[in-house]
């Protein structure tokens, strides 16, 4: 059975929670590449309290983004593939001198004061920086030829037809993530998934704004922060591997 680790949003994962034919070696999420693959921080530095969320999955995720530990866990974890997506780039980092930490929704939760000016969005010219430089160092440590990358983006419109709501956020945000995955597929070996006609549908299920989910059968309710996964991503490998 291959076996996969996946680094990356809930829109990668779900699928993964259906019956298939690939053993799930790990799952990391919550962790911009301009956090992940950055020095950790230097002994002494003021530290999120990490004891103050109530999940242990958030206490995992937000000890790993500040602790680094992701490159070693791809060194020391045996598996076929790497599942990717950059959905998670959305979100901010902040500067703790000379490390970066991911301004996720944990890292707020704990209280963590942080000042603004070390904070940097994704999109600005020191966010954007650090991102290709994440990408270069994940690309070195895991052999490209085992990298998969799920190439999803924020939905411009729900299952129905009708458009999300645009903002400046969300213009932004996907020319983000078309930077990216274009930068990820210069370097030769990585494959791709993509959808038909690469229309990105979503839900308005979700808490992370216009669903970061393509093509997903989805149901018009409030948020509730459950992401539906995607019935066109299926794996026995990818039939739309590219």
């Not at 002994?43 to 999940?55: A, F, N, R």
Request: proline content about 9%.
């Amino acid at each position: 059975m291959p076996s996969i680790f996946i680094y990356g949003s809930c829109v990668s994962r779900d699928p993964f929670e259906k019956p298939n034919d690939f053993k799930l070696e790990g799952y990391f999420a919550r962790s911009s590449l301009a956090s992940a693959f950055s020095e950790p921080p230097a002994q002494g530095t003021p530290l999120p309290d990490v004891e103050t969320l109530s999940s242990n999955f958030q206490k995992r995720m937000l000890e790993t983004d500040i602790n680094k530990s992701l490159p070693s866990l791809l060194r020391s974890t045996e598996f076929d593939y790497l599942v990717i997506d950059f959905i998670d780039e959305r979100m901010s980092t902040v500067q703790l001198g000379e490390s970066t930490i991911t301004e996720s929704e944990e890292l707020k939760s704990t209280g963590f004061a942080i000042t603004p000016s070390d904070v940097h969005e994704p999109w600005s010219e020191t966010g954007l920086a650090l991102r290709l430089q994440g990408i270069q160092a994940l690309t070195r440590i895991v052999d490209p030829n085992k990298i998969i990358v799920n190439r999803v983006y924020c939905a411009t419109v729900d299952t129905d037809g009708v458009p999300f709501p645009r903002s400046r956020w969300f213009d932004r945000n996907n020319k983000l993530l078309y930077d990216l995955y274009k930068e990820i597929e210069k370097i030769p070996g990585v494959r791709f998934i993509d959808y038909p006609g690469g229309r990105s549908h979503g839900s308005r299920d979700t808490q992370v704004g216009p669903a970061a989910v393509p093509l997903q059968r989805a149901r018009k309710r409030p948020f509730h922060g459950r992401v539906k996964a995607p019935d066109q991503f299926r794996w026995g490998p990818p039939s739309r591997l590219s």
